[in-house]
């Protein structure tokens, strides 16, 4: 049953596929949208299948296999390796599918809405819904996974029709760069993954399991820790590094990659290119957060490497902040939900390297509701304001468009984490998981969390003053014309919003689970408890429940505080920001240009790449030495024999040519009698 | 005195075909005189096409019967007490592949004749006694009747490479290739002579017995042999006829007898180094290893400079043949297995590549040059598609029959140590590869030099072209397990090497 869960949405890509390359025939576009939500939205209701029966095993056993067959088999005797193509349904993968499936029908159900007008000769709106069915296939098979072999073709899946869609309006040049943008930065990722994944399969194929399996990671986990890889003797911490910590960093590249952290978030802010649901989808709610799944994924290896998971916490901490601050200065309102995507993703990395694997997985859970809700949320803006992004030219539109206002506004407080709302009770957990952890420096990277916890509350309400309060900047024809979008477009957006708030329950922590006994609330930390199982057991909470109500008190003030900021400053004294940029302009400047980052890889990276591989890889080595000596060189040889020597033994005169076989005949003869 | 015990079931194969041209000669005769036939009025479009459905009709038969033959696994001689024509399992599976080549041949004609207007009953009847004359050689064990069938197929191979008769360059073929066929099959004769000389007998079994390999007069006779095979397989340095040959004839003869006369031709040669000549003396090996360097080496810088697509593809067969005889310098099991195998692709890929020449033929102005492909993609996108499947076939890239076969053929000789002879087969499969790809490039990349006006596809044609490519593709992906409705399992590497253990008495 299990493998219907990714075959569902590709069989509905395959349709579009056939259609559109091979029939060529306008398609009844009910038939379109029926097979593309039908197929993902049965996919959620078989999701939701699995994680019932999951609930119905005992907790040790809580993993179903589909095993498809035998994939890869290579090699002999003990060295064999041999890879199925297996799906494995157990918590983390259950609470990912349900996630990836039924975010991800509520993103198509808007799409229908959002993609409407995109009817151009290139079949736009079926293309459309071709790609986005080819993710979540993808991105089901990445989750599903059982072993690192196919998880990495769901990772390369993914990778693809986020390429594909970024530059889903293709015509303008500018799409297609930023999609070869993404495309090329993964690639850096992919590559360590990889030698991540033949890392992992070396250590285990040297314990006698060759295998990529997670299950034998898993087992074995605990001997991979002893191992070393020699190195040469000048290389730093050399002889010997560390297995575990080697295969866990290269792994976690790939995640950086993926997740868009420092140093490889740069792809992401220009994903924005891409159609609205689908920087809802693929960079916000679904794919960006791969890295973190695999990081909790793998988390039996990465609790056994303490170095890596300290560069992950750090890496994870400086980012949040990092591109928190970022944020603050865009005027593009999906810049800064990229920017502030990037930045929770940092918090999530930020837990799962302090060994909170739950408070990621918790986190990665609540943001895909509120962040996919606030993209939707601003693409109903954007279709509101023509096709307008830049929150400069907005203004005042709370009234002009209530519902989508109202929306917008639950998903702005569950990210800067109001009391009761999702987002509140997953930061609390992260927070507390560095507040508890062992990295070196955790007291700091709490502190960073909680200064982002604040810089994201303002930056979260400057984005919402400034689009839906104030006065209305728009032009005079778009202010009088302006409505909430059709029913396709705001209906999911209900039912995320419905989630944003409430989705904290299922992870309501000790602390505050006990207020609601009796409530309707029977258990606290109930995912928690149902992951506990999957995953790597994390560092004990030994903290009395009067600290955790301080330290999240103290959190809640500095968002208020950020929050009040954003009030005083883009309602009350709207002339003020322009001062205070004039007043600091070298560091306005340096932030609103993103601490020029993609300028330095331009130039440091980007640049000298291209002209060494122009001028020396192309013109000099390929043009020159294989084309030009080996491929033309050979080529003109052997032509010059034909044409300056073979050409003239051949006469074209029938006793030249028994000449030849004469001369031919009495050789061999002569050779045969000696 | 008593009759002897004849076998007639040898005689099957042989029969139907022989029988089938007198019917289409006798057909011709009347059906041109009578201007109605059962009540209908008759044009001369229509005389042909029957006289084809004819002759495609008795070559039916005799695929069926040789297939029934093989399928039997029997092994029978037309005559017990002087054994001069045996029907095994491998003349059987020969036999059957050589009629198909020519019922495809037939069916390729019917469209190319009208057009050009040489509609004439008899080649259908020439087509088949050649045919007659390839059966007999394959199944031939004694020196005559290999002689017998040589030249009953090549005669009137002569007369079809001259069929254009108002066509000058159709003459010059034909002239020439009677002229320089003589003369090879003259070499032929004196060295069987030579051999009969030594041995004291013609048949196979007498000649090994007999042959001593410090005479002389043996080793004469064997080398004037081999030279007389070396000129109908097209090996260098006896080759140069093919290219004016394959050039002036007709295309859907050139179709025919550039495979048909290699299968023939190969399949008799490798009867006669299996059975007469006790597998392969040392110095035999020498000659063929000699022989397959220069036709690779030749046929492929040769093709390279050609500016006719009929030119390009005969020096193209030359260096196939110089592939398939790879595959005798080996001289094992595998390699001559692999000769066979490669002979069943090479059918289908080289009678497609000609099918495709035959179809571009309009009005007598045969597209020939290679510059006339240009842009063919565009005016004719069917056509194109199937030229670049059996070019990439020809060249030997993966995923095609032609990369299947040159696989089995350079594994048996690395198999059996031949490693050099290897290397420049593959170092040359990379040359062929300029030329093969050349029309490809141009059909899909350049534009168009003028308006090019083409003859529609007849279904004659199409149904070749189809069955071609089909095969072309099938054994690339399943060369051995390939499973058909009516057909079964079509499991030709199987059943390449059956009937070759059966030939080396293995």
């Known amino acids: ?674 | 005195m008593s009759f002897p015990d004849l076998n007639f079931s040898v005689l099957a194969p042989i029969g139907f075909v022989a029988v089938g041209a007198m019917v289409v000669l006798m057909g011709e005769v009347f059906l041109s005189r009578a201007r109605t036939f059962l009540g209908r009025e008759i044009t001369e479009a229509w005389i042909g096409s029957m006289l084809a459905l004819t002759s495609i009709v008795f070559l039916a038969l005799a695929i069926y019967a040789a297939w029934a033959a093989f399928a039997a696994g029997s092994s029978a001689v037309f005559n017990p007490d002087n054994p001069m024509l045996r029907l095994d399992s491998f003349s059987a599976l020969v036999s059957g592949v050589i009629a198909l080549a020519s019922l495809l041949s037939c069916a390729l004609a019917i469209a190319y004749l009208a057009d050009l207007r040489i509609n004439h009953g008899e080649f259908y009847a020439l087509v088949l006694l050649a045919t007659a004359g390839m059966l007999l050689m394959v199944a031939a064990v004694d020196l005559l009747v290999v002689f017998l069938g040589l030249e009953l197929m090549s005669i009137p191979i002569y007369v079809l490479a001259g069929f254009d008769r108002r066509k000058l360059r159709s003459n010059e073929s034909a002239l020439k290739y009677f002229v320089i066929g003589s003369f090879a099959s003259a070499v032929l004769l004196y060295g069987m002579a030579l051999l009969y000389g030594t041995a004291g007998a013609t048949s196979f079994e007498a000649i090994r017995a007999g042959f001593d390999a410090e005479s002389p007069m043996a080793l004469i006779g064997l080398g004037l042999v081999v030279v007389g095979f070396a000129f109908k397989i097209s090996s260098v340095p006896f080759h140069q006829w093919t290219p004016d040959v394959y050039e002036g004839a007709p295309s859907v003869v050139t179709a025919f007898m550039s495979v048909t006369v290699k299968i023939a031709a190969f399949a008799t040669l490798m009867r006669l180094l299996a059975l007469a000549f006790g597998g392969l003396g040392a110095t035999l090996v020498d000659v063929l290893w000699v022989l397959a360097a220069l036709t690779i080496f030749v046929g492929n810088v040769m093709a390279i400079i050609q500016e006719n697509v009929k030119r390009l593809l005969a020096y193209s067969s030359v260096a196939h043949a110089g592939y398939l005889l790879i595959g005798f310098v080996t001289g094992t099991i595998e390699g001559y297995t692999a000769v066979l195998f490669y002979l069943f692709i090479y059918l289908f890929m080289n009678l497609g590549a000609f099918g495709v020449v035959v179809a571009l033929a309009h009005r007598g102005q045969e597209c020939e040059r290679v510059e006339s492909f240009a842009g063919l993609a565009r005016s004719r996108p069917g056509l194109a598609a199937l030229m670049t499947l059996f070019m990439i076939s020809l060249a030997g890239i993966p995923g095609t029959a032609g990369f299947i076969a040159k696989f089995v053929v350079f594994s048996a000789a690395v198999k059996a140590g031949v490693i050099w002879l290897t290397i420049l087969g593959v170092l040359m499969s990379v040359v062929s590869i300029y030329y093969y790809l050349r029309i490809p490039v141009l059909m899909y990349m350049k534009e168009p030099a003028e308006d090019a006006e083409f003859a529609e596809v007849s279904s004659g044609e199409a149904l070749v072209l189809g069955l071609c490519a089909a095969a072309v593709l099938c054994f690339g992906i399943l060369p051995n397990d390939l499973t058909l409705p009516l057909l079964g399992k079509l499991r030709l590497l199987d059943w390449a090497q059956e009937s070759v253990k059966l030939l080396l008495g293995a």
């Open chain 1, 1 to 674: 049953m299990l493998r219907w869960i990714p075959l569902l949405p590709l069989a509905a890509a395959a349709y579009h596929g056939v259609m559109l390359a091979f029939v060529r025939r306008p398609t009844p576009r009910w038939a379109t949208i029926a097979i593309s939500c039908g197929s993902v939205a049965l996919s959620f209701v078989l999701a939701c299948v699995g994680f019932w029966k999951l609930r119905g095993l005992a907790p040790e056993s809580r993993v179903l296999v589909d095993e498809i067959y035998t994939w890869i088999s290579a090699g002999v005797g003990d060295q064999a390796f041999s890879s199925d193509l297996a799906f494995a349904l157990d918590p983390i993968s259950a609470v990912m599918a349900l996630v990836v499936t039924g975010v991800g029908a509520l993103i198509h159900i808007y799409s229908v809405g959002y993609m409407d007008d995109d009817d151009r000769e290139d079949k736009g709106f079926q293309r459309f819904f071709c790609y986005l069915n080819l993710f979540t296939f993808s991105m089901l098979v990445l989750v599903l996974a059982d072993n690192l072999v196919l998880m990495f073709v769901g990772w390369e899946g993914v990778g693809l029709c986020s390429y594909l869609l970024i530059g889903f309006w293709y015509s303008d040049r500018f799409n297609a760069y930023c999609g070869s943008k993404a495309f090329i930065v993964n690639r850096i990722g992919d590559f360590a993954f990889l030698v991540g994944i033949f890392l992992v399969f070396r250590a285990l194929a040297d314990l006698g399991a060759p295998s990529v399996g997670f299950a034998d990671i898993e087992k074995h986990a605990a001997q991979m820790a002893a191992m070393t890889l020699p190195v040469p003797a000048w290389m730093p911490f050399g002889p010997d590094w560390s297995l575990v910590n080697t295969a866990a960093l290269c792994l976690f590249v790939g995640a950086c990659g993926k997740s868009a952290q420092l140093p490889l978030y740069v792809w992401l802010p220009d994903a924005m290119a891409g159609p609205t649901p689908v920087s809802a989808l693929i960079h916000a709610a679904t794919m960006v957060t791969a890295g973190v799944y695999m990081v909790c994924r793998l988390s039996f290896l990465f609790a056994v490497a303490p170095e890596a998971s300290a560069v992950v916490a750090w890496v994870g901490g400086v980012t949040a902040i990092f591109a928190a601050t970022i944020a603050i200065a865009q005027t593009d309102i999906k810049k800064v939900l990229a920017y502030s995507t990037v930045s929770q993703l940092g918090y999530m990395f930020l837990a799962a390297g302090c060994g909170g694997y739950t408070a990621a997985l918790f986190h990665l859970g609540t943001h895909a509701f509120f962040k996919a809700l606030l993209f939707l949320g601003a693409g109903a803006v954007i279709l509101a304001m023509h096709h307008e992004q830049d929150i400069e030219k907005m203004g005042g539109l709370h009234r002009r468009i209530w519902r989508t206002h109202l929306v917008f506004l639950a998903g702005v407080l569950a990210i800067a984490g109001f009391p009761g709302f999702s987002g509140f009770f997953s930061k609390d957990e992260i927070l507390l998981a560095a507040y508890t952890s062992h990295v070196p420096g955790h007291q700091w990277l709490y502190a960073i969390g909680v200064a982002t916890a604040g810089l994201t509350a303002f930056y979260m309400f400057r984005l919402y003053f400034r689009t839906f309060w104030g006065k209305s900047r728009a032009p005079k024809a778009l202010r009088d014309h302006m409505r909430d979008p059709v029913a396709w477009v705001i209906d999911p957006l209900w039912v995320l919003a419905f989630f944003s708030i409430f989705a904290g329950i299922v992870g309501l922590p000790q602390a505050y689970g006990d207020w609601f006994r009796g409530w309707g609330v029977e258990e606290s930390n109930s995912l928690a408890k149902f992951l506990a199982p999957a995953l790597a057991p994390g560092e004990p909470h030994a903290l009395a429940h009067s600290t955790e109500y301080w330290m999240a008190l103290g959190t809640v003030l500095l968002a208020a505080l950020g929050a009040a900021l954003a009030w005083l400053l883009y309602v009350r004294r709207p002339e003020l920001p322009g001062r205070i940029a004039r007043a600091v302009a070298a560091v306005y400047r340096l932030v609103l240009n993103k601490y020029y980052v993609d300028e330095v890889y331009d130039a440091a990276v980007v640049r000298p790449l291209v002209r060494f591989s122009d001028r020396v890889l192309f013109r000099g080595i390929d043009a020159g030495l294989i084309d030009g000596a080996a491929v033309n060189g050979t080529a003109r040889t052997v032509r010059g024999i034909a044409a300056n020597g073979l050409k003239y033994a051949h006469s074209g005169l029938t006793q030249g040519y028994i000449f030849f076989m004469l001369a031919g005949a009495v050789a061999l003869v002569g050779y045969l009698v000696r």
